[in-house]
């Protein structure tokens, strides 16, 4: 189903549930009263005298009983209202941000699995309102199902006090699993099946599903019983059995049926065609349910996604980074899909090739690790990357590659059913997300497209940071931290060891890194982040000469050229910048924190090329960095 407009999604969404509460007092009650009064009217124009009598005391004492109850819940209602008065029936939370408002929506998703500590929550209460959250989450998901089981087996029960029956029966039918499942029972007999699932045979009940026809038997052979009757694991004395297809609607020709209604009776000729007529209007009543209870679950469900999808938003506001931004996109995706595992792939610079970029798994099951690559030209998301398509993938029956050679020993892609939904962004491809479940067909239309809407929050990122890319091999200076970009630092570089060489002089490089960027970016965001590079920037720039050159390394750590210098002397100039920057403090909004930085100093010799001093000065910061940080040492 198509997700609605927002605001519209929301009103309407609201409006169900104010009128939840009110429904549910009476609806089971309206149930039974109406099979009443249906009864009543059979039996006043019935010509058979046994079945007046019948129909009308039946159908009177249902009417009485649920006006009865109605009365008594009410009443209940009263005196609780009366009692607790003065109790508080909602909260209503504000918020002081103008830009995004997280919708109160969020009380319907799926209990959350922990996988990161929340570090801004500041007192236990909140620790508390979230679990009181998540059992309210969970509650109000499984309401939309306990209502119509409850509504469900109060028809079946009605329907079996009329007929007259042994066992009354509702079935689904799964036409692409090929089975009939049990959703409920009102039986006498003790040796009705406990499975579920019944595959779909040659019986009464697989033929009604398959032609989506009434049937009816009047005489059961004993010795046929149970090649007619699919769910009795034991001979019952069954003479009659009458049963009616349920269609979900009939608004479309050809519709096939969802469901079955099965009663049988162990005397013979007990049902004609006033029963079918009464078994119709029962077929009329479930579906008229299924279909009131159906939209209200996809009304949850699109709730669900839009909330998600506000919650995503308001994540991506900080411009977070890419494995950030990723793992915010798995976080929402884990609370409204079922998952087994659930896979990311991105190109890697580093590697040079696509690889996993990040892996979660629900249980312990063996899984790819992060940082493999994957078989790109022969692998099933080799191809949805190529073909900036969706894929998906019966896992019994599959025979490619899913990611490489090394999963064949993985269970969690033998058996179920896996998903894999690309990035795109204009027209482009950057990556895809990859979720299987243990569990043939699981993913319905609706997951794969709250993992479509989801994935195209963040797509924009993955284009946004190409652009950059491109943006910054064109430019000379870094805008953040007015110090040369990379690429024109290394051709300084590669300029000032050749003229060292050349005039026989020293030349020390510096790699100055800052230390703790995740908990300053956890803590701060990306402004906090940005804030201490450009701080650190203007320390190096106000303690150098005019004729060294400073540049950015990478994200996280800058480089310095010390021409005529010595590595000695470097590493006297390294410390005195690392004492003042542990002692300076970075601002972002209001907020005041201190930096540290680890600095690896190492000095050229003779004829060295650029890339092997940069490589001895990166050996060095990652030695100090695994001694502890906030330290100098020289290679």
């Known amino acids: 189903m198509r997700i609605r407009n927002k605001d519209s999604l929301m009103s309407a969404y609201q409006q169900e549930i104010a009128h939840s509460e009110k429904t549910k007092n009476f609806l089971e009650e309206g149930v039974l009263a109406g099979v009443g009064v249906l009864l009543v009217f059979l039996g006043v124009f019935s010509t058979v005298p046994l079945t007046n009598v019948l129909a009308v005391g039946i159908g009177a004492f249902l009417f009485y009983a649920a006006v009865e109850v109605y009365r008594g819940k009410n009443l209940k209602k009263t005196s609780e209202e009366v009692v607790d008065g003065d109790s508080t029936l909602g909260v209503e939370q504000t918020t002081g941000d103008n830009v995004l408002v997280e919708p109160t929506t969020l009380s319907l998703k799926l209990p959350e699995q922990q996988h990161y500590v929340d570090r801004h929550s ?17 509650m109000a998901v499984m309401e939309t199902k306990t209502e119509f089981n409850s509504l469900l087996v109060s028809v079946l029960t009605a329907l079996k006090d009329f007929c007259f029956a042994h066992t009354v029966a509702f079935f689904w039918i799964n036409h692409d699993a090929k089975q009939l499942v049990v959703e409920a029972k009102i039986t006498d007999s003790s040796s009705f099946i406990t499975e579920r699932k019944i595959p779909l ?20 052979l004993a010795e046929t019983e149970q090649n007619i009757l699919c769910y009795y694991k034991s001979l019952q004395e069954v003479k009659s059995f009458i049963g009616v297809p349920v269609f979900y609607s009939r608004k479309v020709a050809g519709e096939k049926p969802i469901g079955i209604i099965a009663v049988d009776s162990k005397a013979e000729d007990a049902y004609g065609d006033e029963t079918f007529s009464v078994l119709h209007h029962f077929s009329r009543l479930i579906s008229a349910l299924l279909v009131n209870y159906t939209e209200k679950d996809e009304l949850y469900v699109d709730a669900k996604i839009v909330a998600a999808d506000w919650k995503l938003k308001r994540k991506l506001l900080n411009k977070p980074s890419i494995p950030v931004a990723v793992n915010s996109l798995t976080e929402e995706l884990e609370n409204i899909i079922p998952w087994d595992s659930m896979s990311v792939v991105l190109f890697d610079e580093a590697l040079r090739g696509w690889a996993l970029a990040s892996v979660h798994v629900r249980a312990n099951d063996k899984f790819l690790a992060p940082k493999q690559l994957i078989d790109f030209d022969n ?13 998906t993938v019966h896992l019994a029956h599959n025979t490619q590659i899913i990611f490489s050679d090394s999963e064949k020993s993985y269970g969690l892609l033998k ?34 497209f709250a993992i479509e809407f989801l994935s195209s929050t963040i797509a924009p990122l993955f284009e946004s940071a190409e652009l950059n890319v491109l943006l910054n091999e064109h430019l000379a200076v870094d805008e953040l931290t007015g110090v040369w970009t990379k690429k024109f630092f290394l051709l300084r570089l590669n300029d000032e060891l050749q003229r060292a060489n050349d005039r026989d002089e020293d030349l020390t490089i510096a790699l100055v890194a800052l230390s703790n960027v995740s908990d300053i970016e956890h803590r701060y965001g990306v402004e906090g982040k940005e804030a201490a590079l450009a701080s650190i920037a203007q320390r190096i720039l106000g303690n150098v000469r005019q004729y060294d050159v400073v540049g950015r390394y990478d994200a996280t750590t800058f480089a310095v050229v010390l021409a005529d210098t010595i590595a000695s002397d470097a590493y006297l100039w390294a410390e005195k910048l690392r004492t003042a920057i542990a002692s300076s403090i ?50």
Request: proline letters at 2%.
């Open 201 to 220: 045979g040659t019986d009464i009940v697989s033929t009604i599903g398959i032609s989506g026809e009434p049937k009816i038997i009047n005489a059961i």
């Open 122 to 138: 500041d007192t236990d209460t909140q620790a508390i309102s979230d679990n009181r959250k998540t059992v309210s989450d969970a």
């Open 379 to 391: 692998s099933i998301i080799g191809t949805s990357i190529k073909t900036n398509t969706v894929q």
């Open 415 to 448: 058996q179920g059913e896996l998903v894999t939904v690309p990035f795109s962004s204009g027209g482009k491809c950057y990556g895809a997300v990859v979720v299987t479940n243990k569990t043939p067909n699981t993913f319905s239309k609706k997951d794969i």
């Open 586 to 635: 970075v601002t972002v909004e209001r907020r005041s924190f201190s930096i540290s930085v680890t600095i690896g100093v190492s000095g050229a010799t003779a004829k060295m090329s650029s890339a092997d001093l940069l490589h001895n000065a990166t050996l060095v910061l990652e030695q100090a960095k695994k001694a502890g940080g906030n330290i100098v040492r020289v290679f």
